[in-house]
């Protein structure tokens, strides 16, 4: 699908309210899947993504039911049952072949976990190593799907991670859950904690000491959850309200859970005029409503170590919001950007380049010079990217003349509503 995109001269005015996070809709029904009892989730997301996570789950024996577009009820006897034949999709959500690989190395039964094309390409390594660790038997092509997975009894260990990274955290953790001892798992920095959170607010037996969360074996309880709406979705419009003239407008219901809100810290950072409002816990997560104004003043910044898991998917579009900064925006220390569903740092150079946006590859990021005109008049790929088909998008509401976007139906991936919540904001 070849979209076109052309700049609506005319600000974002009004309110939206930001679909549900993903994170959390993918562990929510992973879960409630594992827990033992009847729960409501609220808010569950559209993407397609984490309707792989559902499909696989009802696969595996587990009673869900939409109750209505967004809300779901799960009965679960917190066992898994394997399906005829044994073979799960995992679409294109690499969360999904992540975590589920946590929770199937300790069953009873053996699992092939499947992906699409691009799934299949994503390393998988990350997650092997460690539950090989716990005595888990995971075969795969090289380090990549499909996963071949064996049913073991797990032990505990305690694991040093190289890499600051949630999806891998989580899958050991979740292994942790049935395995003999404790389990730990350290990071050079903290990556997003939905998690722990939901754990918690579940009743597992779980320590955080900094970097380092210890679980001990637990039955989750089954409990309601309420899911906020997606930083990672919101950082599009946060994004656009900054760099569109004019612009003045809440987007509510948004989770800014500390972990994940770098781009909050960030715009504020470059002096972008943000503002939290309406603070509020629901279901052991951080949520609020954010008011976004245009701001003629950004300066660029550096982002780096700590900075990078609390923003890694929100940095395609911190690069268009760079190019209209003042002064050199220099991302490092991001080169699991590589590993994502393109090779994000490389594309989204080429990419942008054509836009006429000054950026610079780097191994491990990229620098923007700000603050420069947009030309557009391009096609730009979106290598089945989602979140850079989303940046381009943005990208091209300031363009002196109009772009096209090939495969931006990719954008389904994540974000179905994309589209039609931006033509609620422009006036």
């Known amino acids: 699908m070849l979209k076109s995109v052309k700049n609506p001269k005319t600000p974002l005015k009004g309110e939206i309210t930001i679909p549900a996070d993903k994170s959390i809709s993918h562990r929510a029904v992973m879960f409630?899947?594992?827990?033992?009892?009847?729960?409501?989730?609220?808010?569950?997301?559209?993407?397609?993504?984490?309707?792989?996570?559902?499909?696989?789950?009802?696969?595996?024996?587990?009673?869900?039911?939409?109750?209505?577009?967004?809300?779901?009820?799960?009965?679960?006897?917190g066992k898994l049952k394997p399906d005829s034949n044994n073979v799960y999709s995992c679409g294109n959500s690499g969360t999904t072949m992540r975590l589920v690989?946590?929770?199937?190395?300790?069953?009873?039964?053996?699992?092939?976990?499947?992906?699409?094309?691009?799934?299949?390409?994503?390393?998988?390594?990350r997650i092997i190593e460690p539950l090989t660790l716990m005595g888990a038997d995971i075969s795969s092509i090289e380090g990549h799907a499909p996963l071949t997975i064996k049913?073991?009894?797990?032990?505990?260990?305690?694991?040093?991670?190289?890499?600051?990274?949630?999806?891998?955290?989580?899958?050991i953790l979740l292994a942790g859950l049935k395995a003999k001892g404790e389990t730990s798992f350290e990071e050079p920095y903290l990556s997003r904690n939905h998690t722990e959170n939901l754990f918690k607010y579940l009743g597992a037996d779980i320590k955080i000491q900094g970097n380092k969360v210890t679980v001990k074996p637990s039955?989750?309880?089954?409990?309601?959850?309420?899911?906020?709406?997606?930083?990672?979705?919101?950082?599009?419009?946060i994004t656009a309200g900054l760099i569109i003239k004019n612009s003045n407008f809440v987007i509510k219901n948004v989770g800014i859970n500390p972990t994940r809100a770098g781009i909050v810290d960030i715009v504020k950072r470059m002096g972008g005029n943000i503002e939290i409002l309406n603070?509020?816990?629901?279901?052991?997560?951080?949520v609020a409503d954010i008011r976004v104004q245009y701001t003629d003043s950004l300066k660029s910044c550096t982002i780096e170590?700590?900075?990078?898991?609390?923003?890694?998917?929100?940095?395609?579009?911190?690069?268009?919001?760079?190019?209209?900064a003042q002064g050199e925006t220099i991302i490092k220390n991001a080169e699991d950007l590589r590993n994502k569903e393109s090779d994000r740092i490389k594309c989204l150079v080429k990419e942008l380049s054509k836009m006429g946006v000054d950026i610079k590859e780097k191994e491990d990021g990229f620098i923007v010079t700000g603050r420069k005109d947009l030309i557009g008049g391009c096609e730009l790929e979106s290598y089945h990217d989602h979140r850079l088909a989303m940046s381009?998008?943005?990208?091209?509401?300031?363009?002196?003349?109009?772009?096209?976007?090939?495969?931006?139906?990719?954008?389904?991936?994540?974000?179905?509503?994309?589209?039609?919540?931006?033509?609620?904001?422009?006036?």
Request: aromatic content about 8%; hydrophobic content about 40%; proline content about 2%.
């Open 32 to 77: 409630s899947s594992i827990a033992q009892g009847e729960c409501i989730i609220r808010n569950f997301s559209s993407g397609a993504d984490c309707h792989s996570t559902l499909s696989l789950f009802k696969k595996l024996g587990v009673n869900i039911e939409f109750i209505d577009e967004k809300t779901l009820k799960i009965i679960s006897s």
């Open 101 to 125: 690989s946590g929770i199937l190395a300790g069953e009873n039964f053996d699992s092939i976990l499947t992906g699409d094309e691009s799934l299949s390409r994503r390393p998988m390594k």
């Open 151 to 171: 049913g073991k009894e797990l032990r505990g260990i305690e694991y040093v991670s190289k890499l600051a990274s949630a999806q891998v955290k989580s899958c």
């Open 219 to 237: 039955v989750l309880e089954a409990k309601n959850i309420d899911i906020a709406g997606d930083i990672s979705s919101a950082a599009f419009f």
């Open 279 to 286: 603070k509020r816990l629901i279901s052991g997560e951080e």
């Open 305 to 324: 170590g700590a900075d990078i898991p609390r923003l890694i998917d929100e940095l395609p579009i911190i690069a268009v919001l760079a190019s209209q």
């Open 392 to 427: 381009f998008y943005v990208a091209g509401l300031i363009c002196q003349n109009e772009i096209a976007i090939n495969g931006f139906e990719w954008t389904n991936i994540s974000f179905p509503e994309f589209e039609n919540l931006f033509s609620r904001l422009i006036q």
